[in-house]
């Protein structure tokens, strides 16, 4: 139950001010160009609380259901543009719909604009303040990998993937995702000396985006400690001798360089002994254990396995400058690859399942809380570059769609009919609708899924 309040407090903390930055970016660009905003709102619904500025003009509002947001603007939906709509001089000088394209534009931008402008300072501030990154350092290699064949070696630390530095694991990934289909160099480091190995990355049938590139491709992983979480009694591993706290290094002679890889093993072994070789504080054991069938015809041993990466997480921590221009590259490699995952996505590229819904952004934003302010501020910046992309999508009721609206008046040299407004504005919330509820279903189906 803590749990869940946790994580939806964590949800709602993020989900409300990631729109405030957001519709905040509408609201203020448009004061400032003199359009009269009516309402500000944050959430949806019955108000919870509300007050009016000073000037007695905008009425402030949080609402109940935090799940969105708005600016109204006088003029601003299409039933205020009719013919017939009374408006004095002073509001026609003030009303959205009647101000020159360019500011209209203007404070469509602002509101994407301001979502992405918040991710560089939440990127800045995470360089800054440091993050604890998996180090590059080389823990497992494949038998006849490409990582192999190339020449790598177990401890060898990646500094660089063809030129671009890395300092974690992670970033070392994304450069290798992007040259699939490639030839890449890494610059390598081994006992003290720095070399440079090339490795063609070969094209794949499943999306790089999708892949653990090291692993999948080249056969390389920063390797794993495989450690027995918990025996279960009376099991074929209690008989043998395995305790909680084991390392497993070997079965059957093969290092153990996965859960997966010892998993498989032990199927393969049903009714029949299979050598065990574990570190139990500083000695190694071997122990002899035979996997059974049990009633739903899974061959078990009886234990549960947890893995840790073989190396410790390091502190990385960015000067004033750099951390000022981590902040911009971040946001703008986000930015790109947000844009691919969208485009693959409806290309079919990538499968619409992997969309995640209010539930999957609900459990990241709890986990993320829970690994500390660092962990959080880059989970903020992620959702805040998807939602500045999301509204720029040209798909009527986002801001994409008011400038696609915006440059057909510029075309044809007067505003659009409001009913055509009204009708495409329609079928833009259908959309959208059907997007949350697609996103929703996948949400659920993970749950039941595990």
């Known amino acids: 139950m803590i749990e869940i309040l946790h994580t939806s407090l964590a949800f709602v903390v993020a989900i409300a001010l990631l729109i405030a930055v957001h519709e905040y970016g509408h609201f203020t660009v448009a004061r400032r160009l003199g359009i009269r905003v009516e309402k500000f709102s944050i959430g949806f619904g019955p108000a919870l609380f509300s007050w009016r500025s000073r000037d007695k003009e905008v009425l402030y509002v949080i609402a109940a259901i935090p799940l969105g947001g708005y600016v109204k603007m006088l003029g601003e939906n299409p039933a205020d543009q009719e013919e017939g709509s009374a408006l004095s001089e002073q509001e026609q000088a ?15 931008v602002a509101g994407p604009a301001f979502n992405f402008v918040f991710a560089v300072f939440a990127y800045m501030l995470v360089a800054w303040l440091g993050q604890a990154v998996l180090p590059t350092i080389v823990g497992h290699i494949a038998p006849a990998s490409v990582a192999e064949q190339a020449g790598l070696q177990v401890g060898d630390r990646v500094l660089s993937v063809n030129r671009t530095t890395v300092h974690s694991w992670q970033q070392m990934e994304e450069q290798l995702k992007a040259h699939v289909g490639e030839r890449a160099r890494l610059r390598v480091q081994r006992d003290e000396q720095s070399m440079d190995l090339e490795m063609l990355l070969p094209v794949q049938q499943v999306d790089p985006l999708l892949l653990n590139v090291a692993d999948s491709v080249l056969g390389f992983d920063p390797g794993l400690t495989i450690k027995v979480d918990q025996v279960m009694g009376g099991s074929p591993a209690e008989r043998a001798g395995l305790k909680q706290g084991d390392i497993i290094r070997q079965i059957d002679g093969w290092p153990v360089a996965n859960v997966n890889q010892f998993i498989e093993r032990i199927k393969a072994n049903a009714g029949h002994d299979v050598a065990i070789v574990v570190r139990r504080d500083q000695t190694l054991l071997q122990l002899q254990v035979m996997p059974v069938s049990d009633d739903h015809q899974q061959v078990r041993i009886g234990v549960r396995l947890a893995s840790h990466a073989m190396h410790e997480t390091e502190l990385y921590r960015m000067g004033l400058f750099d951390g000022m221009g981590y902040g911009f590259v971040r946001t703008w490699e986000m930015t790109t690859m947000t844009l691919a995952v969208f485009g693959k996505m409806v290309t079919a590229a990538i499968s619409p399942d992997n969309l995640g819904g209010p539930i999957a952004i609900a459990q990241l934003a709890g986990r993320t809380a829970d690994l500390g302010l660092v962990y959080f501020l880059g989970f903020l910046a992620l959702i805040s570059v998807n939602l500045g992309v999301l509204n720029l999508l040209p798909i009527p009721i986002l801001d994409g769609g ?3 609206y915006l440059g057909l008046e510029k075309l044809r040299g007067r505003a659009l009919p409001p009913r055509f407004l009204e009708i495409t504005q ?8 059907s997007l949350m509820v697609f996103a929703f279903y996948n949400d659920i189906s993970r749950l039941f899924r595990g």
């Not at 003030?94 to 469509?108: C, I, Y």
């Not at 329609?426 to 609708?433: N, Q, S």
């Open 94 to 108: 003030r009303a959205f719909h009647l101000q020159p394209v360019w500011k209209r534009a203007a404070v469509a």
């Open 426 to 433: 329609m079928i833009g919330l259908i959309l959208i609708v």
């Open 402 to 404: 008011m400038l696609v």
